[in-house]
Structure formats: C-alpha cells, structure tokens
C-alpha cells in the first residue's frame, strides 16, 4: 500500500507550509525504507532519504532529541545500518584493467574497499555501534513523550518567502517527558524480545573476531 501522508487541516495550495512539507518527505521516506523488501531497494532510497534528513537536522536549531519524528528518522537509519547492505560479499566481474588496478592495491586499501560493503564485512565496533543505536533507539521509544510531532520553526534562506498566512506550526507546543510512559515501558518488545535483539548482535559481534 502506497505511503499516505496525514496533511493538516486548514492547509491549503496557498498555505502551505515548507516546514511541514520538508518533515512530510523525511516521514515519507522512512516509511518507504521500512516496508522495503531487500537491501537493493532500501539502497536505492538511501541517497534521496539523506538528502532530506540532512536538510531537516540543519533546519533544527537545537535538534530535539524525542517525538515521533526522530523516533522513525532512528528507524531508518537503523534499517539502512543493518538491511541497506548485503548479507555477504558478492565479487563482481571485473575486465583486465580493474583487474590490474585491485592487485596493485595494499591489504588495507583492499581492506578499505570492502568495509561495510556486506554485514559479513562488519567488524565488531560496527556490532558495538548497532547495539548502541538500539539501545538509544528503545530508550526514545518507551518515553512518555515518543509521539509528540516536531517540526522547525524556521527554514534557513527561505523564512522571508513564507506566505504571511502560512501554517504556524509553532502554534502547537511539544512537551519535553523523558519519563518512561506506564503502559510501553512495560512491553515485552521493549524488554525481553529487544534483549533477544541485543543477544543475537552480540552473537553476531562475537563472531566477527573470526572473519
């Protein structure tokens, strides 16, 4: 099913607002990374992804770091961390040029050249950084204030363009509770199923040693 946004009432062609547009497309294309079906496609979104939560963190004065929208911006780039790249090394075809050139390089250009390229390639400060990320990850979602919708005030440059009749998106105040909400700090997803999770990376960065 096609990603649908939720557009806010009272915003028409001649209101809208390029704040929320900008979140719109960072929500969009996590959406599409997540319900992606292989590493290929998730690649293929990944430059267009960056472009957009690049230009939404530039946008933030003082990014915050809770609310609905950094939560599935985590998400994303979790999912690139993990499913944006193949299980295991492929070697391509090369002709006798690329052939010479990759002899002539040292181990560590070698080396260089492949890191990251495959999970199988990832080393165990990768593992490490995954695990960190997951843990962040858990700690924002089981927050009382995970689902408070975030959107920059400003956008560099382009402020004096703004309609005067824009949307004000300011107008609604997202509340700062880092207290862990009652109900979801309690759920097996974020306690035993996600030490299953950590279990299996650590697993996985144990093993890197012997790659």
Known sequence: M????????GITAENLDARRVLVDLVEMYCHEILVS???????????????????????????????RVHIRRKIAELSL??????????????????????????????????????LEQYGPDDWEEMVKCLYELRNCMIRTDA???????????????LPATSYDVSKKTSQRNATPHPVHARKKLFNNRFESLVLMCRVQQSMSHFR
Do not use: W
């Not at 290929?40 to 770091?65: C, M, S, T, V, W």
């Not at 689902?147 to 440059?157: A, D, L, R």
């Open 147 to 161: 689902t408070e919708f975030m959107v920059p005030t400003n956008i560099s440059g382009l402020s004096a363009l």
């Open 81 to 118: 961390m993990i499913g944006g790249v193949a299980p295991y090394a492929v070697e391509e075809e090369n002709d006798d040029d690329d052939t010479e050139e990759v002899s002539n390089m040292s181990s560590k250009q070698k080396d260089d050249s492949i890191h990251k390229s495959c």
């Open 2 to 9: 096609p990603f649908q946004m939720n557009v806010a009432s």
């Open 37 to 67: 079906s292989d590493h290929e496609e998730r690649q293929a979104l990944a430059p267009h992804f960056d472009y957009f939560n690049k230009a939404l963190k530039d946008e933030y004065e003082d990014e915050p770091a809770f609310g």
